[in-house]
């Protein structure tokens, strides 16, 4: 990941080792791999988009690292992910006003009407995480994710859950909730790569192809 691995060669060696330690054991949807692609999104959005660079690599680093907190106790990622950033960020010696910047980045990142992305650094948080949800790598993740909970990848139950589902459901509709300009633009061919996917699973599923 060219993107990820300039980011991280920006951000100190300590903070980066200890954010990966926070996705020890997670599902494949979303661990480090899921962390890079993000960096590496928001490493390319963010130069073209005119961002705090500063603040968008460290808000994209530590933006999910409450994940295996919210498995234990239920509580929003996003909040707990926000609350260790500090902690970790003031262990390097950052400056609150930063610091503050990056937690209102995480925040936003998982979208509430009464906390939307408002920032240039918040907006691209938000498309990279959602670009990491469609086209290849959003198929893939889709049919992980129903492994690791234990749906199948296909039911004619109408009320059985399967990545056919959501891609109808929710990937199918988050290209147009981007907010960037170079966002959108990559969502456009991941988006048109989803549709033909599930045409051709549709397809197949019915012995057609």
């Known amino acids: ?7 991280l060669a920006s951000l100190p060696p ?6 990966r330690r926070y996705f020890d054991g997670q599902d494949p949807a979303h661990d480090w791999q ?6 590496a999104l928001c490493e390319r959005i963010g130069r073209e988009e005119g961002a705090d660079m500063t603040v968008l690599r460290l808000a994209a680093l530590l933006h999910d690292i409450g994940r295996a907190e919210e498995k234990r106790t239920g509580e929003c990622h996003a909040e ?12 390097e010696g950052m400056d609150e006003g930063v610091i503050a910047r990056i937690q209102s980045a995480i925040l936003a990142h998982r979208y509430r009407k009464d906390r939307p992305p408002v920032t240039r650094e918040e907006q691209i948080l938000f498309d990279a995480d959602k670009l990491d949800s469609i086209g290849a790598i959003g198929v893939a993740r ?4 129903s492994g690791v909970i234990g749906q199948p990848i296909h039911s004619d139950d ?14 199918s509709r988050l290209k ?9 633009r990559i969502a456009e061919e991941r988006h048109r790569f989803m549709v033909q996917f599930f045409e051709r699973w549709e397809q197949e599923l019915r012995g057609k192809r």
């Open 34 to 39: 899921h962390n890079l692609r993000v960096v």
């Open 1 to 7: 990941m060219e993107y990820a691995a300039e980011a």
């Open 158 to 171: 109408p009320d059985q859950h399967t990545p056919a589902k959501e891609f109808e459901w929710k990937l």
């Open 14 to 19: 300590r903070l980066v080792e200890t954010a």
């Open 80 to 91: 707990i992910s926000a609350r260790e950033a500090a902690v970790l960020l003031r262990d």
């Open 142 to 145: 889709a049919f992980a994710y």
């Open 176 to 184: 147009d909730k981007l907010m960037t300009p170079a966002a959108r």
